[in-house]
Structure formats: structure tokens, C-alpha cells
């Protein structure tokens, strides 16, 4: 069974850093691309980060470009978000979620974890 | 970046009713568009990949099709248990972007 689990939000003053974790499970971590998708409280989906499988290539929403970096280390099948200089907006639930493609090189989000949850204030 | 519109954003409809929504994109992306439902308290669930592809273990009353940047996503006979809100995304170019949803009532 695939299995996400976020973990490493809290409470950060706005200028403040933290790093989200990711852990997987139930299935060949080095063999996906993966994702950021955060959602602010009541509100829709934005997707963050997107990494490629051996960490080579690396793309981010405009709102986080500078700031967060995603990495992920495949011998501890782990995905990070080094989240720097935090802002009030950047408060939301973040979600992992494994980027599939079936055959045409272009990758959706199949599977996602339950989200850990960041807030930003003072 | 690709703006992805949703309409309508709110839809009640009964038990039964064949129910349809819409997103269409700011520019082409082919058929990279996903489709997901969001029950609350929950993470998305992949429905449709590829436009029209339904997802291992999605009901066949879900469907999915495109013409052009407008894409559209289908229920053919409204269940209960398709209360939700629901977000289209595209693929196509980054950054990805999701369409604001819809979320979809039972009367």
C-alpha cells in the first residue's frame, strides 16, 4: 500500500524557517518524481515544488521561488521543504503527493499523504 | 502561467441527476488535466488523468472529456458520497496550477 506521511509542521514567526518531512512507503521512492501541494485554510489547492526522481531538476510556484527549496534523499525514501523566510500567507496544510506518468513523460499526482499543517504568525 | 477557471462553483443537484462541470484553461494544454475530489478533513483524490482517463478504482459514473482548453468533468447519477469539492489541475507546463473549484451540494 503507498503510504505518505508529512510530518515537521508548527507554529514560526513570519521571517521564520522550517523544514517539512515526508516519508513514503509501499512503493520504489527513487522511481518518482514528487510533489508540494499546500492549501491554505478554506481555501483551494496550490501546488508548490516538484522535484525529478534523482533530484537533478527542480520547479517552483512563483509565490515560493527564492524561499523553498525541495530535495529528497532516496536511500531514506524521504522528501524535504526547507521553508525560508515565512510569511503569513505561506500559512496552510501541506501536502506530499507522488508524481505518476503512465507514457507520456507528463506527471500528475496520484497518491497523497495527509497533509501537515504550517501557521505563520506573531 | 496557465489560469485554470472553474464554473460553476457551487452546485446542488438530487440523487440521480447527471451532474457537469466545467474548466477551461487560460491557454493549451492539450490533454494534461487532471481532475480531483476533495471531501473535507481530507486529502485529494485522483479521479481522471489525461483528460478522460478514469483512475484505478473511480466509479464509472465519473468521466471526463475536452474540447479545446475547455475541459469537463462528468457524474452521471449523483451519489451521496460524491458531496465534495473538486479541482481541475494541469500538467501541461510549470508552474502547475488548479482551477478554484466546485463544490458539489446533494439536495
Known amino acids: 500500500e503507498v503510504q505518505l506521511l508529512e510530518s515537521g509542521g508548527g507554529l514560526v514567526q513570519p521571517g521564520g524557517s522550517l523544514r517539512l518531512s515526508c516519508s513514503v512507503s509501499?512503493?520504489?521512492?527513487?522511481?518518482?518524481?514528487m510533489n508540494w501541494v499546500r492549501q491554505a485554510p478554506g481555501k483551494g489547492l496550490e501546488w508548490v515544488a516538484n522535484?525529478?526522481?534523482?533530484?537533478?531538476?527542480?520547479y517552483y510556484a512563483d509565490s515560493v521561488r527564492g524561499r523553498f527549496t525541495i530535495s529528497r534523499d532516496n536511500a531514506d525514501n524521504s522528501l524535504s521543504l526547507q521553508m525560508d523566510s515565512l510569511r503569513a500567507e505561506d500559512t496552510a496544510l501541506y501536502y506530499c503527493?507522488?508524481?505518476?506518468?503512465?507514457?507520456?513523460?507528463?506527471?500528475?499526482?496520484?497518491?497523497w499523504g495527509q497533509g501537515t499543517l504550517v501557521t505563520v504568525s506573531s | 502561467d496557465i489560469q485554470m477557471t472553474q464554473s460553476p462553483s457551487t452546485l446542488s443537484a438530487a440523487v440521480g441527476d447527471r451532474v457537469t462541470f466545467t474548466c477551461r484553461a487560460s491557454?493549451?494544454?492539450?490533454?494534461?488535466l487532471a481532475w480531483y475530489q476533495q471531501k473535507p478533513g481530507k486529502p485529494p483524490k485522483l479521479l481522471i488523468y489525461?483528460?478522460?482517463t478514469l483512475q484505478t478504482g473511480v466509479p464509472s459514473r465519473f468521466s471526463g472529456t475536452m474540447s479545446g482548453t475547455e475541459f469537463t468533468l462528468t457524474i452521471s447519477s449523483l451519489q451521496p458520497a460524491d458531496s465534495a469539492t473538486y479541482y481541475c489541475?494541469?500538467?501541461?507546463?510549470?508552474?502547475?496550477?488548479f482551477g478554484q473549484g466546485t463544490k458539489v451540494e446533494i439536495k
Open positions: 489525461d483528460s478522460s
Open positions: 503527493a507522488r508524481g505518476m506518468t503512465v507514457w507520456s513523460g507528463f506527471y500528475f499526482m496520484d497518491s
Open positions: 509501499g512503493f520504489s521512492f527513487s522511481n518518482y518524481r
Open positions: 491557454q493549451m494544454i492539450y490533454t494534461w
Open positions: 522535484i525529478k526522481q534523482d533530484g537533478s531538476e527542480t
Open positions: 489541475q494541469q500538467y501541461n507546463t510549470y508552474p502547475w496550477t
